[in-house]
């Protein structure tokens, strides 16, 4: 038995928060947690303005994160600094397919499928797009699940700076483009907190009840 999205009691129009903090829920007239004493509030604030804004900031990092060195290696005297391309495209040289294949789905895929699905989250909560409450439950699970795997290249380049230190033979340093793409994760990561999920709840609701009031209003005129 399917049930219909407007026929769902909704704890917002119940006068009903969720603590951020703890996840109890408490009436948002008592405006603290009686929990943990949080600030209770029905929605984020600004968080399609906030979310649009880290991601942009994440947009502007993605190019210098790819094109800037992100590692530099000096053997023997000698400076060898490589990209997050070219560390691809030499693995896939050497043979290493599902080293080069790891290399791109978590350094340039992932952050690239998580800026667009922030984007269409935050187009969804504004009617721009068209959607359904089941495509939204699966973009924003896929987008905090891609978050878990975005981290990949920092974590190398942190373990050989720590491990490969052999003195004048050789040493391995992070270079700016390792920070740039700290930086798209961090944003990216920020923006994904700062997105209000409920939002997209709200729009399917005022959608709901719009349609239903088309529906009567041509019934009448019938």
Known sequence: MSVHFSEIKRGANQGLAACHTCEKVAPVKLEKCPRCGSHLHLRKTDSVTRTLALVAAAMLMYIPANILPIMGIRELGVLTESTIISGLIQFWKMGSYPIAIVIFTASILIPFLKIGALLWLCAAAKGIVPHSARVLGKVYWITELLGRWSMVD??????????????????????????AFAGVVILTMFAAM??????LWDQLEREEAEKKAKTEKTLDSE
């Not at 974590?155 to 391995?172: C, E, K, P, R, S």
């Not at 700062?194 to 939002?199: E, G, W």
Request: net charge neutral; charged share 5%.
């Open 194 to 199: 700062s997105f209000d999920p409920k939002l």
């Open 154 to 179: 920092i974590f190398v380049v942190a373990i050989l700076v720590t491990m490969v230190q052999l003195g004048n033979y050789m040493t391995v340093t992070p270079l700016p483009g390792a920070l």
